[in-house]
C-alpha cells in the first residue's frame, strides 16, 4: 500500500481503535512507513492543525525518528529550511495537543544536534533570543517561557541519549557547554519570581518546567561555583513546594531534588571541594520538612516519598564526598554540618516502621555505611584513629538500629512471597552493614552484642511468645560479623557459642534454632582454632538433624564445622555418624540434605581408624548398595529413577570426601586385586587380602576403593538399563569422577572395570559427561605406561563412536552435526587437553583416524552454537601449532589445510554468530605462524571465487583483508580487529549504527 497521507491516517486510527491483531498489522507498516524516504514529506501533511492528535502525534514522532535514524537522507541545502519547518510547527503547537508539542521538541533538538557546531554554531542563543515574547505576540508570554523551557530541557537529555560518531560528542557537549551560562540567568531569572502564591496554572507550569530544565543542564556538568544562586532558588522551590498544593501537585519539589543531585553528585564537583562543603550548609535545611512530615500524627497525611527523596539527596551527597566529609571532620569550622549529615543519614536508617510493609526508606542508607568505613580503613593510621573516636557512638548506634530493623516480623504468614523476599534481601543487606560496624567498632561490637544477646535472653525467658524475634536479631547479628571476627578473638566469641547451649529451645519459634545453627556454620573456621567450643555446639546440631525445618540449616552448619574442623572431629566422630545414620534411615530429610550429610559422614570418616570407617560404612552404605540393585530391577520410571539418583548422589558425595590419605603425600600405589561381588558387606578378611597383596609398604588402601568396587556391578547395570536418561548418566559419571580423584593411583586395579562401564555407556548414547569422565581418565593415566594401552583404547573408542555418530553420512553442515553440538563441544574440548598435555597419546594410537577428526572439527566451525565453534576452534589451533613438530599431524593438515581456510572464510563472512569471530582469529594465527607459505596459497584460491565468501565484498577488500591477516603473527590483538571488520564488510553492516553499539560485545 502506497504511503500517503489518506492511506496513514487510516493505518493510524486502525492502530488505536482496533483489535490486537489489526494493532500488529497497522503497527508493521507504520514502521515500515516511518523508515521510507516518503516519510520526510507526509510528516507535514500529517501535522496539519485539522487532523486528529493521534495522527499529530505519529507524524511528530516519525519525524523525530527521521531526524535520529536517517539524517545522512537529508542534504545539507536543506538544513535551512526544515530548520524553518521546525519551529513553525512547534509554535503553531504552541497550545497543544501537549504531548505533540513535547514531541515536536523533542525533534528540534534532534536537529540541533546534528547541526552543531558546523551549521548551526550559535543554535542555543538563536533559540533563547527567538522565543521571547515579543517576537511571538500572539502566544502569552508564559507559553512562549514553557515552550522555551521544554526545548531547552529536552536538548541535554537528547545529547546524552544520543549516539554520535567517536569524533562527534565531543565538539557538540563544547558547544552546549558554552550556552551554559546563558541558559542559567534565565533559569535563574524564572526562578526568583515567586509562583507560591500564584492562582496561574501556566505560571506555576513554567515553574515546575524551570527546574526540570536546571536538573538537565546540570547534568552535562556546569561548574559548582557558578550554581550557587541556582542551589538556593532549588532549594527554596522545596521548601515552596510544601506549603503550595498547587506546586506541590506539580511534583516541583522532587524535580528540584533531582536537580540538586545532579549539581552536587556531577563527577566534576570534586573539583571543588571547598564549594560542596558550602553548598552543604544551604542543603541542611531540609531536614525540616523531615521533621515537620515525621510529627503528621496520621500516617496518611505524611509525605513518604517527599522525605524518601530528601534523604536520597543527603546520601548521594555523601557517598559520592565521602573522602571530603572525613577531611571536614578534622576541620573545626566544618565538623558540625558534616556530624548533621551523618545523622540525618542515620535517621534515615532508623525509619520508623517494619520493612518492607510500613517503609521502604532505611534500605537507601545501607550503601553509604560501607563507603564510609571503607574510606575510613582506607585512611593513614593517624587519621584513622582520629575518625574512629568520632563516629564510634554512630556506628555503635547504627548497630543497636540494625538489630531492630532486621527483627522477623511476628505475623509473616501473611506476607506475599515478593514482600518476604524483600524482606530477605533487606537482612543481607543489614548483615553486611554490620559488618561494617564492626570493622570501626572491632571488640566493641562484640561486647555490644552479647549484651544484647544476654538482655534478649532474659526476656525470653520470661515471655518467649513475644520476645523471639529480638533473639534471632541477636543471633543473626552475630552470624553477620563471623568473616570480620580476629581468629585470635577469645573472649567473646567463647561466651557466645557457650550460650547457644543455654537456648529455651523448646519455647523458641523454630527460626530462631534455624538461625543459631547458621550462626555455628559461619564460624567454623574460628572453631577450628578453638576445638574446645565444639562440645558447645556438637549437640545442638545433632539434635537439629531430627527435624525437618531444623535440616537444611543443620546440615548445612555440620558441613561447614567439618570441612573447617576435621582433624578435631574424632571425639564426636560416633555420635555425629549415629545421629546421620538415624536421620538418614527416618524420613524428614530431603534429597539434598541427604547429599550434604553425606559431606560430613565422609569428613568424619576419613579421621577414624579404616577397621572403624570399614564397620560404619557397612551400617551406613550397605543399605543403598542393597536398594540399588533392588531399584534397578524395575522398569524405568519416576520413582525408580528418583531413588537411584538419591543413592547415586551421596555414593558421589561420600566418595569425594572419605579421603583417609594426604594429598601431599607421595603414595606409593598399593596392587589390590580386582574383586568380584562381595556379597552384601565388605568383611575384614576381604580388606586383610586386598591389602596383602600390596607392595609391601603397610600403607592402608583408601576405604572408597572398597566400596567402589562394590558398586560397580549395580552401576553397570544402571547404565544398561538407563544409557538413555541424560540425568542419571550424569550423576553416574559424577561419582565415578568424584572415586577417581579421590584414588588416583589406587584405582589402577578397578580401571579395566570402570572403563568398560564408560565405553558401554557411550556406545549406547552419547553423553557429555562420558566425554568429561573419559578426559579425567586420560588425564590422569595418559602418561602412565602400564595403563597406556587401556586410554589408548579408551580415545580410540571415543573417537571413533563420535565420529560414526555425529557425522553419520552428511557432510552438509548444520543438519546432522547441529544435533550433536553438546557432545561436540566437549569431545573437541577433550581433544584439545590432550593435545596441550599429552600429545603423544594422540598421536601414538595408530587406529584414530586424524584425518577424520581434523575435517569434523572443520565441519564444526559452521555449527551456530558458540561452545562447539570455540571448542572445534581450540582442538584445530592446538592441532595446528603442533603440526610442525609432529609428522602425522603435519600430513593432515597440508592435506585438509585448505578446506580449513575455505571454511574459515565462510565463517567469517557471515555463516558463523560474530561473538565467535575473536576464536577463529586464532585459528589464522595459528595457521600463518606455522604454515604462513600454504596460508598464503589457500587465501589466494579462495578469494579469487566470485561472490565468495561474500556477494557483499569487493575483490579489492578482499586483497586487502589476506594482506592484513598474513602481516601478522603475534598481534592477536590487530588481527581480531581486521577478522572483526572483515566480517562486518561482508555481512553488510559496515557503518550501521547495529554494528557500532553491538561491537564491545563481539
Avoid at 76 to 94: D, G, I, M, N, T
Avoid at 268 to 274: A, L
Avoid at 408 to 426: H, Q
Avoid at 742 to 749: A, E, N, Q, S
Amino acid at each position: 500500500m502506497e504511503f500517503t497521507a489518506e492511506n496513514l491516517e487510516r493505518a493510524v486510527v486502525q492502530f488505536y481503535h482496533t483489535d490486537a491483531a489489526m494493532q500488529a498489522h497497522a503497527h508493521h507498516w507504520l514502521t515500515t512507513a516511518q523508515a521510507s524516504p516518503e516519510a520526510w514529506s507526509f510528516v507535514w501533511h500529517l501535522l496539519q492543525p485539522n487532523k486528529s492528535a493521534e495522527v499529530q502525534f505519529f507524524a511528530a514522532t516519525t519525524l523525530h525518528t527521521k531526524l535520529i535514524k536517517s539524517w545522512h537522507q537529508v542534504p545539507p541545502e536543506q538544513y535551512a529550511s526544515l530548520k524553518k519547518q521546525l519551529l513553525e510547527a512547534v509554535a503553531s503547537y504552541c497550545l497543544g495537543p501537549k504531548i505533540v508539542l513535547n514531541r515536536l521538541c523533542i525533534a528540534l533538538s534532534a536537529y540541533v544536534l546534528h547541526t552543531l557546531p558546523l551549521h548551526w554554531p550559535n543554535a542555543v542563543p538563536e533559540l533563547l533570543a527567538t522565543f521571547q515574547p515579543s517576537n511571538l505576540p500572539a502566544i502569552p508570554p508564559e507559553r512562549t517561557a514553557w515552550i522555551l523551557l521544554e526545548i531547552l530541557t529536552v536538548l541535554p537529555e537528547e545529547f546524552q541519549t544520543s549516539h554520535f560518531a567517536v569524533n562527534e560528542k565531543g565538539p557538540v557537549r563544547i558547544e552546549l557547554q558554552k550556552s551554559i551560562p546563558q541558559v542559567l540567568s534565565l533559569l535563574e531569572n524564572i526562578l526568583a519570581t515567586d509562583t507560591s502564591t500564584s492562582n496561574n496554572e501556566t505560571a506555576v507550569e513554567v515553574t515546575h518546567q524551570a527546574v526540570c530544565c536546571a536538573g538537565s543542564w546540570l547534568q552535562l556538568g556546569v561548574p559548582l561555583p557558578d550554581c550557587e544562586k541556582l542551589a538556593n532558588h532549588l532549594v527554596a522551590s522545596i521548601f515552596a513546594s510544601t506549603s503550595s498544593p498547587q506546586l506541590h501537585q506539580t511534583g516541583l519539589a522532587e524535580s528540584a531534588l533531582d536537580a540538586l543531585s545532579n549539581m552536587l553528585t556531577h563527577p566534576d564537583s570534586h573539583k571543588y571541594p571547598s564549594t560542596c562543603i558550602r553548598f552543604l550548609e544551604k542543603l541542611l535545611p531540609l531536614k525540616q520538612i523531615i521533621e515537620a512530615q515525621q510529627q503528621q500524627r496520621d500516617g496518611a497525611e505524611r509525605d513518604q516519598e517527599l522525605v524518601s527523596n530528601i534523604y536520597g539527596l543527603f546520601i548521594s551527597f555523601a557517598e559520592s564526598h565521602s573522602r571530603l566529609m572525613l577531611d571536614s571532620l578534622l576541620n573545626d569550622d566544618y565538623k558540625i554540618n558534616v556530624l548533621q549529615l551523618v545523622q540525618l543519614i542515620f535517621q534515615c536508617s532508623n525509619s520508623p516502621g517494619i520493612y518492607p510493609i510500613q517503609e521502604n526508606t532505611s534500605q537507601s542508607a545501607l550503601g553509604f555505611w560501607y563507603i564510609l568505613q571503607d574510606d575510613i580503613i582506607a585512611s593513614e593510621p593517624e587519621q584513622f584513629n582520629l575518625y574512629v573516636v568520632v563516629l564510634s557512638p554512630v556506628y555503635r548506634a547504627l548497630a543497636e538500629v540494625m538489630i531492630h530493623k532486621s527483627m522477623l516480623p511476628a505475623a509473616e504468614d501473611t506476607w506475599s512471597n515478593e514482600e518476604k523476599e524483600l524482606l530477605r534481601c533487606y537482612r543481607q543487606d543489614i548483615a553486611d552493614t554490620m559488618m561494617y560496624c564492626y570493622n570501626i567498632l572491632r571488640e566493641n561490637l562484640l561486647e555490644l552484642l552479647h549484651g544484647k544477646l544476654e538482655e534478649a535472653l532474659e526476656k525470653c525467658n520470661s515471655d518467649p511468645r513475644m520476645w523471639w524475634r529480638y533473639l534471632e536479631s541477636c543471633l543473626h547479628a552475630f552470624q553477620a560479623v563471623a568473616e570480620c571476627v580476629d581468629i585470635d578473638e577469645s573472649r567473646h566469641l567463647p561466651r557466645f557459642l557457650e550460650t547457644l547451649q543455654c537456648l529455651p529451645y523448646h519455647q523458641l519459634d523454630t527460626q530462631v534454632i534455624i538461625t543459631a545453627l547458621e550462626a555455628v556454620g559461619a564460624y567454623a573456621e574460628w572453631i577450628n582454632a578453638h576445638p574446645s567450643v565444639l562440645s558447645h555446639v556438637i549437640p545442638l546440631l545433632i539434635t537439629g538433624l531430627g527435624s525437618g525445618d531444623l535440616a537444611p540449616a543443620a546440615t548445612m552448619a555440620l558441613k561447614d564445622l567439618t570441612r573447617d574442623c576435621q582433624t578435631s572431629m574424632a571425639p564426636f566422630a560416633h555420635h555425629i555418624l549415629q545421629a546421620s545414620q538415624e536421620a538418614l534411615r527416618g524420613e524428614e530429610l530431603k534429597l539434598g540434605e541427604c547429599v550434604r550429610l553425606m559431606y560430613t559422614v565422609g569428613r568424619v570418616l576419613a579421621v577414624l581408624p579404616v577397621d572403624s570407617i570399614m564397620d560404619y560404612l557397612n551400617q551406613l552404605l550397605m543399605p543403598y548398595v542393597e536398594e540399588l540393585q533392588y531399584l534397578v530391577t524395575h522398569e524405568p520410571n519416576a520413582a525408580a529413577k528418583a531413588g537411584i539418583l538419591l543413592r547415586l548422589k551421596m555414593l558421589g558425595m561420600l566418595f569425594a570426601t572419605l579421603d583417609i590419605k594426604p594429598r601431599s603425600e607421595n603414595d606409593t600405589e598399593p596392587d589390590v586385586s580386582e574383586g568380584s561381588d562381595m556379597g552384601t558387606s565388605i568383611t575384614t578378611q576381604q580388606r586383610t587380602q586386598q591389602q596383602s597383596t600390596g607392595s609391601g609398604s603397610g600403607e592402608q588402601v583408601q576405604p572408597v576403593f572398597f566400596v567402589l568396587q562394590r558398586i560397580l556391578p549395580v552401576t553397570l547395570a544402571i547404565v544398561e538399563k538407563w544409557y538413555a536418561d541424560a540425568h542419571v548418566i550424569q550423576v553416574v559419571c559424577s561419582a565415578l569422577r568424584h572415586a577417581l580423584a579421590t584414588l588416583l593411583d589406587d584405582c589402577k586395579p578397578l580401571v579395566p572395570e570402570m572403563l568398560e562401564l564408560l565405553v558401554k555407556s557411550y556406545r549406547l548414547q552419547l553423553h557429555p559427561p562420558a566425554l568429561d569422565l573419559a578426559k579425567q581418565f586420560l588425564i590422569l593415566y595418559g602418561k602412565d605406561g602400564s595403563q597406556l594401552p587401556l586410554m589408548k583404547s579408551l580415545l580410540k573408542e571415543v573417537c571413533s563412536v563420535t565420529l560414526m555418530t555425529c557425522s553419520g553420512n552428511s557432510n552438509t553442515p548444520g543438519s546432522s552435526l547441529s544435533d550433536h553440538a553438546d557432545i561436540l563441544a566437549t569431545f573437541f574440548c577433550l581433544l584439545a587437553q590432550i593435545l596441550k598435555k599429552n600429545p603423544q597419546l594422540f598421536v601414538d594410537s595408530e587406529e584414530i583416524d586424524l584425518a577424520a577428526l581434523f575435517q569434523c572439527g572443520t565441519l564444526t566451525l559452521s555449527l551456530p552454537e558458540a561452545s562447539a565453534v570455540n571448542a572445534a576452534t581450540s582442538f584445530l589451533v592446538n592441532f595446528v601449532s603442533l603440526s610442525r613438530e609432529v609428522v602425522q599431524l603435519l600430513t593432515v593438515v597440508q592435506t585438509c589445510g585448505e578446506e580449513l581456510v575455505q571454511r574459515l572464510l565462510r565463517c567469517i563472512g557471515g555463516e558463523s554468530p560474530r561473538l565467535v569471530m575473536e576464536h577463529l582469529s586464532d585459528l589464522l594465527l595459528a595457521l600463518n605462524k606455522k604454515h604462513c607459505d600454504n596460508l598464503c596459497r589457500w587465501l589466494q584460491q579462495a578469494i579469487h571465487q566470485d561472490g565468495f565468501p561474500s556477494v557483499r565484498v569487493s575483490q579489492e577488500q578482499k586483497e586487502h583483508f589476506v594482506k592484513m591477516v598474513l602481516k601478522e603473527r603475534a598481534n592477536k590483538r590487530k588481527l581480531q580487529e581486521t577478522v572483526r571488520e572483515f566480517s562486518l564488510i561482508c555481512r553488510g553492516l559496515v557503518g550501521t549504527d547495529y554494528a557500532a553499539q553491538s561491537s564491545h560485545f563481539f
